[in-house]
């Protein structure tokens, strides 16, 4: 008889509980939001290596080297703070604080795995001693988080240090708002700042060279993206949202409220987001009311600054999830309304708040999938608003083949609405936006360049059977060792200048298969989509001025993103930048003469390594 | 009418002597007088104020200092000599140095607290250390690039050897002293000139008229804040400079915490408490022996990439930055009008965008007497048209030249620019003067006519620009430098002399 295994009783639990702020500390101390000020945070369990936390994906060091003292690391795991969902929110206990950074970065990795469809990477850490620049084996398992690393208004990721910084400053003393005047504020206290940061980083793992500015559009991209994945985790939080659209008797479009904010109060204070604020709606200056804004489709043409210009997207993006939602609701609202679709006045049935609530997440949900999953089809480099709609449409085409609830037709509408269109294209509808196929691409690869397909799958196969994120990191690596010696020798071939124009590629020059992954989606039929998205890169310098062999030496980048199916060994997308492209040489041209500051005036080099943090200064 | 603008060679700074009518009926003008070095042409302060000296006949109608930078300032105070025997009747300065406005005392402070928290920050960085790689010389340069900055206010052995530790916050003595020597130089009282309202027309200098561009009455301007700049926000940084410089005292003292306290003064403890983040108990000082085991991974050589100990002090280059910009912006930017022919000198010292942007302000309408009666609106487009010399902003650093709303707006056929520039000091410093493609531009809207102090009409032969232009574009351009040197009636003639530059004009 065998005997009985102690603890069998027991397994790990899925989720930890963990208490945090909402938004920010400033909901606290306002009377209508107070109630739902603190929430309470549910992020995947995971067995901790030591406090810090230090977990799978993070490691929180709480060192601030300003005040030149550390704080003592929070252990999530001891049984006191276990028993009541950690530390009640505190701004004045730094433990609370790595609680509370930990909880919503925890957070916002599984929000984008969920969308992504797998695990995430962090981008690859420096060379090893010895090796060559580009050298990228150095795998890096967990993301630092420094949650007091700045004395100042402003919070980054940094790429060099795969590292988030937070910073604290202390409020204005005259602030007759949210802030104890003169105390302290906290930026890794923020949910939305907290969020936007780790998406930075989410971001950068998944496409490194988004931060190499090269048009107007790739910085405000970056920012963009941050604050859209922030601003849709205000829908996974039920308390807000139930509170909020009570509030707002469901009418999230035209009335100002905590969904469509982000870092509202918090971020008046310290000068970050404030350019979001203004993108859905803002306050008149005279009467203080809040009023939404109308889209211009001038402002893509002629806002330039990277937050400006991140805002329209931020704002064309939850324009699509607005109107989503409302054709989501519009039944509900008829039935609760006797078919008339107008709410009486006062507040509205808690039923009702229920059945828009879930409207709002299940369409918040899917927007942020649908913006996750684009990212697989963008080109490597050199990225603008209209490719990452078309990318948005392509991508969502692929997995729901019915448009049978007016997705994508809400995306178009929500991007013309604000004057962003792709270069190339005439006419705007979702079938022009999707990239071009094998059927319409003008270029075509040679039939040996689809031979190399087939061991693709093998590679999948092989991926589906890896465990641990390093271990795949380590075979992805290793397949792109492979396809990258397999294309330097097919584009020497037969054909191999046609292969090259293809892959939008300089023959006989270097070039580096910059990423391989492997994407499995299951779409709303049921149909699974199995594909390999394979990003080829090559580099060249040339000068700001075109003949000026004195003036600087500028970095042009190009190749392509591959989106390959499985099933049929076929290559769906070739998403090209071509690297020969004169016409993309002039804009880059044009737009780095246009960019400097008084920054570039005095400091020559140093810092251009922190382009975030540059970014959040102002001194893009 | 005769009309004079001429540009010293004195190095990387800005000294302009103006001069409307000739004889005994001659008007000159002083538009400030500085340097911080040459290297090119060797010119001597010396002899740039024996000049002014020679030329005015020892008497100055106006003195215009545009802004307390050494590289605008430093000859009154190293030649005051030479200049205490020239009779000055009046002083014009910004409103910003005037210190009955409580705007400007405001600046004063907020400036103050900056030069303090830039000088500490320099100096945290140069004493930290422990990092790894290449991190060291960003650190370094970074450091030394802060320092130069600094430069323009004076260097910090001046301020300090005189007047001690306190006056890390002060500018340097040299500055200062300069700017209340101007300030009491005049025979009339020192005028402090605000922008916009009307067009001056002094009586003791018939047929120009002098239009106050800036600098702006907003303080958020100054800092170039723009369109989303909250008043709140600019109190905000105000305050922070302060707050930062007593967190960086604490830090530079290396000192615990406690022990720091202790010593600290009723007010110093005030502050101090202020900006520390959290209760002193929940500290644990980097020196207690906890540390190395709490924090082994932090420490560890494997991981030293991702330190953080000095990227607090990377946002100091910030604080250094937005000095300098600050006072650039408070730079009193004029232009000259030959009422005549409507011809304008556009001087705007080392106005950055704000105070540019300022300029075109719904606000900023003069209204003046047309020649046949009535009057007429003139807004910063019609000044900018009709500019015929322009003394291109801040040694024609990238930012100090408005593109779109600034020099795309000047047109007019006759446009020549001046650059007061030393590049080879300039580059020394590793600053980017003249910017390459504001340079590119200027030679391309004056068709080569743009004279820098340094080196004279942009050649061919250059080695830095010479690659700028095909040789078709640069033969057209010495065409048009050589005609510009050709005395032509109702043209200007410039004269490039080893001291100075003349740009003279003979109205007809």
């Not at chain 1, 909402?22 to 992020?43: G, M, N, W, Y």
Request: with cysteine; net charge neutral.
């Amino acid at each position: 008889m065998p005997m009985p295994q102690p603890g069998a009783y027991r397994s790990e639990p899925a989720y930890r509980s963990l208490r945090g702020y909402a938004i920010d500390p400033s909901l606290a101390q306002r009377l209508e939001t107070a109630p739902v000020s603190a929430i309470t945070f549910k992020v995947p369990w995971e067995q901790f290596e030591r406090p810090g936390p230090v977990g799978e994906y993070l490691e929180v060091i709480d060192y601030d080297p300003a005040t030149r003292c550390f704080y003592e690391a929070v252990d999530l795991d001891d049984p006191q703070l276990l028993a009541q969902d950690g530390l009640p929110p505190s701004e004045g206990t730094p433990q609370f604080h790595q609680q509370m950074v930990y909880a919503v970065a925890s957070l916002t990795i599984h929000n984008f795995e969920r969308a992504l469809g797998r695990k995430i990477f962090w981008a690859h850490g420096p060379p090893p001693a010895g090796a060559r620049a580009e050298n990228d084996s150095h795998y890096v398992q967990r993301l630092r988080i420094y949650p007091h690393a700045l004395r100042d208004a402003n919070a980054y990721y940094s790429p060099p240090k795969k590292a988030l910084l937070f910073g604290y400053f202390p409020a204005s003393t005259d602030d007759p708002g949210e802030h104890l005047p003169g105390g302290m504020v906290f930026t890794c206290l923020s949910h939305d700042v907290v969020a936007h940061e780790i998406t930075h980083a989410l971001l950068d793992g998944l496409h490194p060279h988004f931060i190499d500015a090269s048009n107007h559009d790739v910085l405000a991209f970056h920012e963009a993206f941050a604050d859209i994945v922030a601003l849709f985790q205000h829908f996974t939080f039920p308390e807000i949202l139930r509170h909020q659209i009570a509030r707002t008797r469901g009418d999230i479009r035209r009335h100002q409220s905590l969904l469509g904010e982000l870092a509202g109060e918090f971020g008046r204070s310290s000068g970050m987001h404030s350019a979001l604020r203004d993108a859905i709606g803002h306050r008149d200056r005279k009467t203080r009311e809040w009023k939404p804004r109308e889209p211009d489709p001038r402002d893509y043409k002629n806002l330039s600054e990277p937050h400006d210009r991140g805002a329209i997207l931020v704002a064309a993006i939850f324009d699509a999830f607005l109107s989503i939602y409302e054709s989501r609701v519009a039944g509900v609202l008829r039935l609760a309304t006797g078919g008339s679709g107008v709410l009486p006045e006062g507040a509205i049935h808690p039923d009702l708040v229920e059945q828009l609530a879930t409207a709002a997440t299940k369409s918040a949900s899917h927007v942020l999938a649908m913006c996750v999953r684009a990212l697989d089809y963008c080109p490597p480099v050199d990225i603008t608003f209209g490719e990452y709609l078309r990318a948005i449409i392509t991508a969502d085409c692929d997995l729901v083949r019915d448009d049978d609830l007016g997705y994508r037709v809400a995306f178009v509408e929500a991007f013309r609405r604000r004057g962003i269109y792709p270069r190339d294209l005439r006419t705007l509808s979702a079938e022009s936006l999707r990239w071009a196929g094998p059927g319409n691409d003008e270029r075509r690869p040679s039939p040996k360049l689809l031979e190399g397909l087939p061991s693709l799958r093998k590679f999948a196969a092989e991926h589906s059977h890896t465990h641990g994120r390093q271990a795949l990191f380590e075979l992805e690596r290793e397949m792109r060792r492979a396809m990258h010696a397999w294309l330097l020798q097919r584009l020497a071939g037969p054909g191999g200048g046609k292969d090259a124009q293809f892959l939008g590629l300089e023959r006989g020059q270097r070039f580096e298969v910059h990423a391989l992954r492997v994407a499995n989606r299951v779409g709303p039929d049921g149909n699974l989509l199995r594909q390999v998205i394979i990003e080829i890169l090559q580099s060249r310098t040339e000068r700001l001025v075109a003949g000026d062999r004195k003036s600087k030496k500028i970095e042009v980048q190009g190749g392509c993103t591959l989106v390959a199916n499985l099933e049929t060994l076929q290559i769906s997308y070739c998403i090209r930048k071509s690297a020969t492209s004169r016409t993309r040489l002039e804009r880059q041209r044009a737009f780095l003469a246009g960019a400097g500051s008084l920054f570039s005036t005095y400091f020559a080099s140093p810092k251009a390594k922190e382009p975030v943090a540059r970014l959040h200064r102002g001194q893009g | 009418m005769q009309v004079r603008a001429r540009m010293y060679r004195q190095g990387l700074g800005d000294c302009h002597l103006l001069t409307f009518g000739s004889g005994a009926n001659a008007r000159h003008i002083l538009i400030d007088c500085g340097t911080l070095g040459s290297t090119t042409t060797g010119v001597a302060m010396s002899d740039v104020a024996d000049d002014i000296a020679a030329t005015t006949g020892g008497a100055l109608d106006l003195l215009v200092v545009t802004h307390e930078h050494q590289d605008h300032v430093s000859g009154f105070r190293s030649e005051k000599e030479t200049f205490a025997d020239i009779d000055v009747e009046r002083v014009w300065m910004a409103w910003t140095e005037d210190s009955s406005d409580s705007t400007a005392k405001g600046l004063k402070k907020y400036k103050g607290d900056l030069v303090k928290a830039a000088r500490l920050a320099a100096a945290a960085l140069e004493g930290a250390g422990g990092e790894a790689g290449d991190e060291r010389d960003d650190r370094e340069a970074l450091a030394a690039g802060i320092r130069r900055v600094l430069d323009f206010v004076g260097n910090e052995d001046d301020a300090r050897g005189k007047l001690g530790e306190a006056a890390l916050g002060a500018f340097a003595k040299t500055v200062n002293e300069a700017m209340t020597w101007c300030m009491r130089k005049g025979n009339q009282r020192t005028e402090f000139l605000r922008p916009g309202g009307k067009a001056l027309e002094p009586d003791w200098l018939p047929g120009v008229r002098i239009y106050v561009l800036g600098p702006p009455r907003d303080p958020k301007k100054i800092g170039n804040m723009g369109e989303h700049g909250d008043p709140e926000l600019y109190e905000l940084a105000a305050r922070q400079a302060g707050d930062l410089a007593t967190s960086l005292g604490f830090f530079g003292a290396d000192e615990p915490f406690d022990a720091f306290f202790a010593k600290a003064g009723p007010e110093e403890r005030a502050e101090l408490s202020r900006v520390i983040p959290f209760d002193a108990r929940y500290r644990i000082e980097t020196r207690h022996p906890q540390v190395r085991r709490d924090f082994a991974d932090y420490y560890s050589r494997e991981n030293a990439w991702r330190r953080i100990d000095n990227d607090w002090l990377a946002g100091a280059s910030d604080l250094a930055l937005q000095l300098d910009n600050r006072i650039n912006n408070t730079s009193l930017a004029l232009a000259f009008e030959i009422i005549a022919d409507g011809r304008v000198l556009l001087f705007p010292a080392d106005a950055q965008l704000g105070n540019w942007l300022s300029w075109h302000d719904p606000g900023m309408v003069w209204k003046v007497k047309k020649a046949g009666g009535g009057t007429q609106e003139v807004r910063a487009p019609d000044l900018l048209r009709r500019t015929v010399l322009y003394k291109v902003g801040h040694h024609a650093s990238h930012n100090a030249t408005l593109e779109a709303h600034g020099l795309e707006l000047m047109g007019h056929e006759e446009l020549m620019a001046f650059i007061p520039v030393d590049r080879s000091v300039a580059t020394n410093k590793e600053w980017d003067m003249p910017a390459r493609p504001l340079f590119r531009r200027l030679i391309e809207k004056t068709s080569g006519r743009v004279v820098r102090s340094d080196t004279g009409w942009p050649a061919r032969r250059d080695p830095d620009f010479g690659s700028l232009f095909p040789p078709a574009d640069w033969t057209r351009f010495e065409s048009a430098q050589g005609k510009a040197e050709k005395k032509r009636k109702n043209k200007a003639r410039v004269t490039i002399g080893e001291l100075h530059v003349d740009w003279e004009l003979e109205t007809t």
